[in-house]
């Protein structure tokens, strides 16, 4: 039975909770009282769906439930963790957690608050042990940071529990120790923010020659190695000792005016404003959600592929998938799903379909995913054994375009201690777009040649090989190319 999130806020950040619990396979409930909040909400979890499964190198899980509540009572009754997204006001915070713990005092309340400290939060609550934020950032199905704040009052056995619910979620839980306004990331931004509306007010430079400085320099180094481990790099040989002792002299210099804060009235507002709608107006604001969810997709694939910083999440996340699947057995024999994915723009040919290429990325997704199910993943290959491709025919079925959902499905037609003959579909929903036969082998890489694989492989291969024997042999299996149908 999946389990219950209560989503209290059906807001941008609310809805990226959803999102993310609802495509993990969690029943959502959503309570807000905007009328708007199912078309909102929808909107984003339909990016979402976009968006997040191009990150996963294994088959997400089966689609959790989503339902829109008429009150809070019903949203979290029955909920194994409850996510508050409410306005930044301390006053409605503290009704909406009295009403909550009206009917679950003893649940998980994470707060995405991005200001307030949690003893702010839990004063006068009826269990204030259970209470702490769980701030996010947007979009929040996609970047996995949370920053996770307790007090001297909470739980520590829950906030624990609460963390590992983050994990099996795909987020990276970031305990902070100590208590403090806005946190530890907010408070970064927040000092960015000041420095670019003093820059923008005295005619420095417009938002757009801003957001230029950072996306063409220093935030492509800060997206995959944060601030003091770029700074080592600056300091060269000598490390981060000649970094502060080259750079430190100039923090008493009057390069910034970070203590000083630009009068916040309409001309400011209007001069902000007005930059931005030159920059960006040609947009609407959920293409720019969209640009931007491929755009970080490409960026996480590439730290993915490198084990590095958030790819490290995603692997990790991948890992626990792949934990839970259950091993095929002779009563449930079936191609087993390995992959899911979708149509992104870089696989897209001039006909405005998915090109050649990509539907052999997509089987060696596919394939991949079912190697590391039997044993043979990038460990594995760090001891020097592998299966290696010999052959491949693939046929063209059926179309895909941009943003279609995918799927890749193997099924055993042999297993040996060498070989591997395998037979994968590239399915749109139930039809088959594509499908591909291929022979691999099984090698010792250092003497470049087969052998047999060991029996820790073999005793997950060759289980679902006699179970797959029971089905029935693909139709396109052994085909010469250019056979006829």
């Known amino acids: 039975m999946a389990r219950k999130a209560g989503i209290i806020g059906g807001g941008v950040i609310g809805g990226g909770w959803a999102a993310r619990f609802l495509l993990n396979g969690w029943d959502v409930v959503v309570f807000d009282p905007d009328p708007e909040a199912p078309r909102k909400v929808g909107e984003v979890i339909a990016n979402a769906k976009r968006a997040l499964p191009a990150l996963s190198d294994g088959p997400m899980p089966p689609e959790g439930r989503l339902t829109f509540a008429a009150t809070i009572t019903e949203a979290v009754e029955g909920a194994d963790y409850i996510q508050e997204s409410v306005s930044e006001r301390l006053d409605l915070k503290h009704r909406v957690f009295a009403q909550i713990q009206q009917v679950a005092p003893d649940t998980p309340i994470g707060s995405s608050t991005s200001g307030f400290k949690p003893s702010e939060l839990q004063q006068n609550a009826a269990n204030p042990a259970t209470i702490f934020v769980a701030h996010p950032f947007n979009p929040v199905y996609l970047l996995p940071l949370a920053e996770i704040v307790p007090s001297v009052k909470s739980d520590p056995a829950l906030i624990e529990a609460a963390k590992e619910i983050l994990r099996e979620i795909g987020m990276f839980p970031l305990h902070i120790r100590k208590e403090i306004d806005a946190h530890i990331a907010d408070r970064f931004l927040e000092a960015v923010w000041r420095e670019a509306l003093w ?287």
């Open 199 to 485: 820059l923008v007010k005295d005619g420095i430079a417009t938002t757009e020659e801003i957001d230029e400085a950072i996306r063409m320099g220093f935030g492509l180094r800060w997206g995959q190695m944060g601030l003091f481990e770029t700074y080592r790099i600056a300091g060269g040989e000598a490390g981060m000792k000649h970094f502060m002792a080259q750079f430190g002299p100039c923090l008493t210099w009057p390069w910034t005016k970070l203590m000083d804060v630009p009068e916040f009235n309409d001309d400011l507002v209007d001069l902000i404003a007005g930059q931005s709608d030159a920059q960006s107006g040609h947009h609407t604001i959920r293409e720019l959600e969209r640009i931007r969810d491929q755009n970080l997709i490409g960026f996480l694939r590439v730290l993915k592929e490198r084990n590095w910083g958030a790819g490290k999440v995603l692997l990790d996340h991948d890992a626990r998938r792949r934990q839970a699947m259950p091993d095929p057995s002779p009563d449930s024999a079936a191609p087993m799903e390995m992959a899911r994915m979708h149509v992104l723009p870089g696989w897209i040919d001039y006909n405005g379909h998915m090109t050649e290429s990509r539907y052999l990325f997509a089987a060696s997704e596919t394939s991949d995913a079912f190697l590391r199910h039997i044993g043979a993943d990038i460990a594995y290959v760090g001891t020097g054994f592998s299966y290696y491709t010999a052959e491949t025919h693939i046929m063209h079925l059926g179309e895909a375009k941009l943003g279609d959902a995918l799927s890749g499905t193997v099924q055993v037609i042999h297993a040996d201690e060498k070989r591997l003959h395998v037979f994968i579909r590239i399915l749109k929903g139930d039809e088959a777009v594509a499908t591909l036969e291929q022979m691999l082998l099984h090698v010792d890489m250092k003497a470049g040649k087969t052998c047999a694989a060991p029996p820790a492989i073999l005793d997950r291969l060759l289980p679902i090989a006699k179970a797959h024997a029971a089905l029935p042999k693909p139709e396109a299996a052994g085909r010469h190319v250019g056979q006829k149908k």
